[in-house]
């Protein structure tokens, strides 16, 4: 266990491998309503669009309970269920890094939510999510969790010039 | 998308980050028997041991796909369902890694199998598990693989002299 640029840690961990940037996203919902966080004006990354409710997994975090942290901390939410429903892996350009994205959903209640500094929570009706300014991917995202059965994996990479390479794959969760 | 210890990639990614070297693990069960590779003695960790197929996620793949080449790489098997089971998050000691292990299950025919330079794959059935060297964590997770109906998130922190702090969350998988 001891430190360096490629010791090798407990497990046989080898640092030297390909790794992961973990990231979670929430979505919450109650009947045809889903919870949005327009994200603040100072974040680097899309400010002012709406997201899902997410972010890092933390040291001595497992992803569930990393979800359960988010989003808490970005709406004061605590779901009544929290599933894994699909996994998104995404090439960054970086040499030695992807990210890799835990997509969870729940249901709550119809609660008042709490903003903090990541932005403003709200409470969105199916119809109106084509009418907000989404993160890309988010469409896909939402129909992927909630108007289909399969667990699913979603792999992308972004493009040279614009735009990215996509691809899904659907499986039972049984 | 310049390169650099701590330059930014696509989508955000941040490599400052607490990251997971991410793993597959996989069980494939015929009726009351499950395959088990007894590893090679000239690996490093645990020469002469059973464990499940598996091994490290790769640039490009996603954590289905990287179970299906190394269950195949491993074994020469082609499950007919390959379906998510669980998540393990070691802490490995090293600064900024942990190690990320998904947990698949599937079900093939009594098939023969391929040998690799990793091990020797067996057909092992239920009641003779005990009997074997199996790897340390390898009967719970047998258990929380086949014998519970939850998704199961395990968290397993090696200790200071010997042994480690685990702990383990069950949640529904709809």
Chains 1, 2 share one sequence.
């Not at 002012?48 to 497992?62: K, L, M, T, V």
């Not at 970005?74 to 269920?81: R, S, V």
């Amino acid at each position: 266990m001891s430190e360096g640029p490629y010791a090798t840690g407990a497990y046989g961990a080898d640092p030297s491998r390909y790794q992961f940037i973990p990231r979670v996203l929430v979505f919450i919902k109650h009947e045809d309503s889903v919870v949005l966080v327009r994200r603040s004006k100072h974040k680097k990354l899309w400010p002012g669009r709406y997201n899902a409710p997410g972010g890092h997994i933390e040291r001595g975090e497992d992803p569930h309970q990393a979800a359960m942290r988010e989003l808490a901390e970005e709406t004061g939410l605590q779901p009544k269920t929290l599933v894994l429903r699909g996994l998104i892996v995404a090439e960054t350009g970086l040499s030695g890094s992807g990210i890799l994205v835990f997509v969870f959903s729940g249901e709550t209640d119809l609660t008042p939510l709490r903003p903090s500094d990541e932005g403003d929570p709200v409470w969105i009706r199916r119809g109106q999510w084509k009418t907000l300014d989404l993160l890309p991917d988010l469409p896909q995202l939402l129909e992927l969790t909630f108007d289909q059965p399969d667990f699913f994996y979603l792999y992308k990479q972004p493009q040279e010039c614009d735009g990215e390479d996509v691809r899904v794959w659907l499986s039972p969760v049984r």
